[in-house]
């Protein structure tokens, strides 16, 4: 148990639904992100929240869109999928500060297929 | 374009000996290294971080870093069937960015 979990674990959704992913960290931290692991590629970087304000959305298209009410929930709000979007999702958090060495803990993440 | 590279694999070791993974990185004012270990299905989970040259070794785990050649590498001791796993790269580059790398999917055969 990472102290970041995530919800749901798994997620069949049409081309045409709505649904969100929930993430929620126990750890204090004041960084949350969501990343997305496609077979055989590394790791993309969503978006990055740092204090609730969003720092970083890596050019990722407007069917995802996030939502962080504090420093502790995250949201990734889904609309419109095409099947190139089935992959699993990634929520991390960590202490982002001058001390702090920025090591992300990740949740269980959530397998989604878009059909 | 900032990059870590990782050999894809598989890496296949017999049980009992040293696993050696490898990655490289662009940033040259990257600073904190980590390695995360992934089993199929599941979420990565750090397992090693190293911050300055040299070596850093938890248990089994031996984490090196040589920045001057911009290179990480982790070493396994006694490699058990259980550390069969994906393991990734990850560097926290010099704009507070964290890079990770493709992975190198090890077996470890009994």
């Known amino acids: 148990e990472t102290g970041v979990t995530q919800t749901p674990r798994h997620l069949v959704m049409g081309m045409t639904n709505k649904k969100s992913l929930k993430c929620e960290q126990h750890?204090?931290?004041?960084?949350m992100y969501w990343y997305k692991q496609s077979a055989k590629k590394p790791l993309e970087l969503m978006f990055v929240?740092?204090?609730?304000?969003?720092?970083e959305n890596n050019s990722v298209p407007s069917r995802f869109s996030p939502e962080c009410p504090n420093s502790s929930h995250l949201f990734l709000h889904l609309h419109t999928l095409q099947p190139e979007d089935s992959a699993l999702y990634l929520c991390?958090?960590?202490?982002?500060?001058?001390?702090?060495?920025?090591?992300?803990?990740f949740g269980a993440g959530t397998r989604l297929s878009v059909l | 374009q900032k990059e870590v590279e990782q050999n894809s694999g598989p890496l296949s070791v017999p049980e009992g000996a040293i696993a050696s993974l490898n990655c490289t990185y662009s940033?040259?004012?990257?600073?904190?290294f980590f390695w995360y270990r992934q089993y199929s299905g599941k979420s990565p989970e750090l397992i090693m971080s190293?911050?300055?040259?040299g070596d850093q070794e938890d248990g089994r785990f031996t984490a090196q870093l040589n920045k001057a050649s911009q290179y990480v590498s982790l070493l396994i001791r006694d490699s058990q069937p259980s550390d069969s796993a994906t393991y990734l790269c990850?560097?926290?580059?010099?704009?507070?960015?964290?890079?990770f790398g493709a992975g190198t999917r090890l077996t470890v055969k009994p």
């Open positions: 991390a958090s960590s202490q982002v500060s001058e001390l702090a060495k920025n090591i992300q803990y």
């Open positions: 750890l204090g931290h004041n960084a």
């Open positions: 929240y740092n204090f609730k304000e969003q720092t």
């Open positions: 940033d040259r004012g990257s600073q904190s």
């Open positions: 190293i911050y300055s040259n």
């Open positions: 990850a560097v926290n580059e010099e704009d507070n960015d964290m890079r």
